[in-house]
């Protein structure tokens, strides 16, 4: 517990170990009410999403067919 609390920032608040690699191809996200963010008492540091897209593969577009 001591190594991760004390591990180096990345993107505050983001520790080390909160983050993963590039080539991990992984992504989270929190998303909630406004009443909640207002909660979590970030100030103006609130953002809306009026859209996202997704898309997912296992690669097999990138290769060549003889």
Known sequence: METILNAPIIAA???LYDCCGVSDGAAAAIV???EIAKRL???D???TIK???LSITDGSESTLND
């Open 45 to 47: 540091r609130v953002v």
């Open 41 to 43: 008492k970030r100030g």
């Open 32 to 34: 909630n009410t406004p």
């Open 13 to 15: 608040p983001l520790g």
């Open 51 to 53: 859209a996202i897209q």
